[in-house]
């Protein structure tokens, strides 16, 4: 069973940054797209980035230009910078993986972490 935990969560004025970062276990992982999800209250959980085995990335369009996602399959390791955050960025941020060789695009994730709060102030 795939374990992901992760931390850098926080609570940062607009226009600020913070990192996310996402300890997966298993020996799996390089083969494996991961990608980190967001749920604000009241609404659904959304995708926000994901990066592929291969290292391609995607965004959603909200956060595009602002949040970077990047690996380090050595370290099992899966991290999110978000810059210029906004108030709207406000949610609970999930890390998430799906299974080796399983592409991301029409799948959902299988392994999720625990969540980490992220909260903007005007």
């Known amino acids: 069973q795939v374990q992901l935990v992760e931390s850098g969560g926080g609570l940062v004025q607009a226009g600020g940054s913070l990192r996310l970062s996402c300890a997966a276990s298993g020996n799996m992982f390089s083969k494996s797209d991961m990608g980190w999800y967001r749920q604000a209250p009241g609404k659904q959980r959304e995708l926000v980035a994901v990066i592929t085995s291969g290292g391609s990335t995607n965004y959603a369009d909200s956060v595009n230009g602002r949040f970077t996602i990047s690996r380090e399959n050595a370290k099992n390791t899966g991290n999110l910078q978000m810059n210029s955050l906004k108030p709207e960025d406000t949610a609970v941020y999930y890390c998430?993986?799906?299974?080796?060789?399983?592409?991301?695009?029409?799948?959902?994730?299988?392994?999720w972490g625990q969540g980490t709060q992220v909260t903007v102030s005007s």
């Open positions: 998430a993986k799906w299974p080796p060789r399983l592409r991301y695009s029409g799948s959902l994730p299988t392994s």
